[in-house]
């Protein structure tokens, strides 16, 4: 099958982003033309790896490359300084060299994670990306952004540090649960809403072929979401400006996702669906967005399976998402840039929000 190939723009750091089937099994292929070696040191994770980790390694075995791996815990909490510890040391032991390529097999943690650790080895190796949720293809693993988890917040200390290759192969997204499917719709609907109507109207209209498993209809949105993510990053690649509305969902979805300990009480895709319902909520409390389309984005969300209001089963506290938020990276001279929205693709950055909207926006949704 083809190969849809893209291009990450950022000259002599520029790299491709593939989409396609099957190319877990050309992985050793794909690599070999952007490898400064003959060597590779994959990183996956316990749920990962006893799927996909063997078609990998015998892909760089057929391509003569030497390899090791090691394999981390699934799951939020492995996002520390304890894993990242651990994950170096193991790197140093194997005698990984400025040489070898770090390949990072997994969803957001591990590329995050993996990614982070190539950073910072011997002051910077070069790794590649290959996603396996729906999430990280369209997101995580596109752009260049890696990091780890405090107890201050999510992601707040990282290093900006782009990948090789990103390989993003859609067949592997049929062995993921419904439930961690939809949490990485969650961030392709975001793509509409930042500045492309025309691709929510899209998903309107074939969402559910999207979720079910459709491989011309992932493909295509994974491409999109790809292709707008790469504009936008060789646009701002460190942040300076309009990257910052990749984050819409995100100040209100990081604060839920504090607040409940970053398990799995709400995945970080559930939580950007609803930190997305939230802003777009407070942009028309503000009278800068139509309540129509508030009703819009929660009616597509709701429709294909994702929620939309907030657990009754936990107690919600207005002053404790507050002072999540306040952690925000978006925060500047004590004042959070938001991404609010004018309507469906029309979302901008502000600082000018006052803390009471905020707070009167938070208390009505916390009791809808």
């Known amino acids: 099958m083809s190969i849809d190939r893209l291009h990450m723009d950022l000259a002599d750091r520029g790299y491709d982003i593939l989409i396609g089937s099957d190319l877990l099994d050309q992985t050793g292929a794909l690599m070999v033309p952007v490898m400064r070696g003959k060597r590779a040191f994959v990183v996956t994770d316990d749920q990962v790896g006893p799927i996909y980790l063997d078609r990998v390694l015998a892909s760089l075995d057929k391509a003569g490359i030497a390899h090791q791996h090691t394999q981390v815990t699934h799951g939020e909490h492995t996002k520390d300084f304890a894993h990242l510890e651990a994950l170096l040391d193991t790197m140093l032991e194997a005698r990984c060299e400025r040489s070898t390529m770090i390949v990072a097999l997994g969803g957001g943690v591990v590329g995050d994670l993996t990614g982070f650790a190539a950073s910072i080895l011997q002051r910077g190796v070069d790794f590649v990306q290959i996603p396996t949720t729906l999430l990280a293809q369209v997101d ?115 604060a839920l996702e504090a607040e409940t300990g970053y398990g799995d009480e709400i995945l970080h895709g559930e939580a950007v669906g609803l930190g997305m319902i939230m802003a777009f909520h407070l942009s028309a409390r503000m009278g800068l967005a139509p309540f129509s389309d508030v009703d819009r984005l929660e009616r597509h969300l709701g429709a294909v399976g994702m929620p939309i209001r907030l657990s009754k089963q936990r107690h919600w506290d207005v002053d404790r998402l507050v002072h999540h938020m306040a952690g925000d990276k978006k925060v500047k001279d004590g004042k959070i840039t938001f991404v609010l929205a004018r309507g469906i693709g029309q979302s901008f950055l502000t600082p000018d929000v006052p803390e009471a909207a905020v707070r009167e926006m938070l208390a009505e949704f916390i009791g809808a």
């Open 140 to 254: 995580s693993s596109v752009g260049g952004k890696t990091g780890i988890n405090t107890k201050k917040g999510k992601n707040l200390v990282g290093a900006f540090h782009q990948p090789r290759l990103v390989l993003a192969d859609i067949s592997v997204l049929d062995s993921l649960p419904r439930r961690q499917v939809l949490a990485g719709y969650a961030e392709v609907v975001k793509y509409g809403c930042i500045d492309d109507p025309d691709f929510f109207s899209w998903l309107e209209a074939n969402g559910d072929k999207v979720i079910a498993g459709d491989v011309a209809a992932r493909r295509y949105a994974v491409a999109i979401s790809c292709r707008a993510k790469a504009r936008v990053v060789a646009a701002d690649e460190r942040e300076g400006g309009i990257r910052a509305l990749l984050n819409l969902g995100h100040t209100f979805g990081h």
